[in-house]
């Protein structure tokens, strides 16, 4: 009986890593983190295999698991295996390669197709060792996941991102050694759906929300302190929070001390520096906003920062920050108005005998002058030399010449009324004291 295409073409994790780790690739020696190990009975090489401790297997299209025994002797000593972009849509096969690494640490199954699979909770015990487990865009079910939470004792970090999930099954059973969660780029836009997670994973620590839209934050305080007692970083950015009741319910998780919050509709109307600012001054017990380190000196402005950019307002447009941080700063005095603006002065001019008032940007540089006054007056492109003449001190210092093109005009010290001199360049030495 003829086989099908399909059968022909499947590539097993046995025959991989037998392809990979072939003694003639490695034609020089081991190589670093590599083990000798004895083929095995029936093994497709001979000889030996090269095997790193981290097995990474990546888009070689494997569907099946292969020999058990070979994928035993095999990876003995493995502690990660990255088996992301293949094409394995079974759990059984997958079970029985983590069935034969006894040591397993971390799972990359990322980009398999297992939306349609589904793990027998009578066979998810083989997990139990695993303590890093990565399902980004499998569409793995909610099911399934229970079933790994529930029977990996140590699990200690889950990555469910691209799974399209629209909505949380909760489990009865939690998962008590879960420290991270991230569940990026799903459609979780609903607060209800993300408070499952609290009784789910207790001991969480950290949760990346980014790129779901959630709207809102709608627990009170002692509900958000019972759901997530220990949660210290919390990623929400490209969410859908609009309000900044929002933000300070965030203040309701007892150990919060990271937040992301960028790309949120709440801050777009605000400059860069005002958005930060609000931020640090609503969340006062933070100590890393947006991955920036958040100093003592940090905070202090951004809460004096708060009081000035409210104080002109109706009472009633005044967040409840405010009142707090008058009480502790006081009412402030408006900061001065200060120009920021590029400095320009007026000078004089002379070349020859020809002479004209012109106006200078002090920002920029002596190369840049010449090449102003060189459009503005006709100058050769080349051969020329800068003066300049401080009046009040011209009969002390004597005229200055401009050498360094690269130098800003400001640290002339140059003034309103002051000249400039232009003078063609000789072949024989000439110094300002000639002048």
Known sequence: ????????????????????????????????????????????????????????LNDYGIKKAGDKSNIATFCAHVVELDLSYNEIRDWAEICTIVSNVPHLDFLNLSMNPLGGATLEPSMADVFARVRRLVLINTQVSWDTVHALTQNTLE??????????????????????????????????????????????????????????????????????????????????????LSKWGDIDRLNSFPKLKEVKVMGIPLLQ????????????????????????????????????????????????ERPHRYSELVSKYGQLAPLADVDLSPRCTTVEVRWGDRVESVSLGLEQTVAGLKKQLRVRLQLPSNGIRLFYIN?????????????????????????????????????????????
């Open 1 to 56: 009986m003829n086989q099908s295409s399909d059968e022909v073409e499947a590539r097993t994790f046995v025959e991989v890593v037998s392809d990979k780790y072939n003694t003639e690739n490695f034609p020089h020696g081991q190589g670093l983190g590599v083990v000798v190990l004895p083929s095995p009975p029936g093994s497709p090489v001979k000889g030996h295999l090269f095997l790193p401790s981290v097995l990474v």
């Open 155 to 240: 699990l200690a970090e889950l990555f469910l991102c691209l799974n399209e999930y629209r909505a949380v099954s909760q489990s009865g059973t939690s998962c008590p050694s879960l420290r991270l969660l991230q569940i990026t780029d799903n459609h979780l836009s609903d607060w209800a759906e993300v408070r499952k997670f609290g009784p789910m994973y207790p001991s969480l620590t950290e949760l990346v929300l980014a790129n779901n839209g959630v709207e809102s934050v709608v627990d009170t305080r002692e509900t958000l302190q019972r759901l997530f007692p220990n949660l210290r970083c919390i990623n929400l950015n490209n969410s859908g």
């Open 269 to 316: 109307p605000y400059a860069t520096q005002e958005r930060r600012s609000l931020l640090l001054a609503h969340l006062p017990n933070i100590l890393v906003l947006n991955g920036s380190a958040v100093t003592d000196n940090d905070r202090e402005a951004a809460e004096r920062f708060l009081i000035r950019f409210y104080q002109d307002c109706p009472e009633q």
């Open 391 to 435: 009046r009040e001190m011209c009969s002390v210092v004597g005229p200055e010449e401009l050498k360094c093109g690269s130098r800003a005009l400001h640290s002339y010290r140059i003034r309103d009324g002051d000249e400039i001199l232009i003078m063609p360049k000789v072949k024989s030495r000439c110094s300002s004291s000639h002048l």
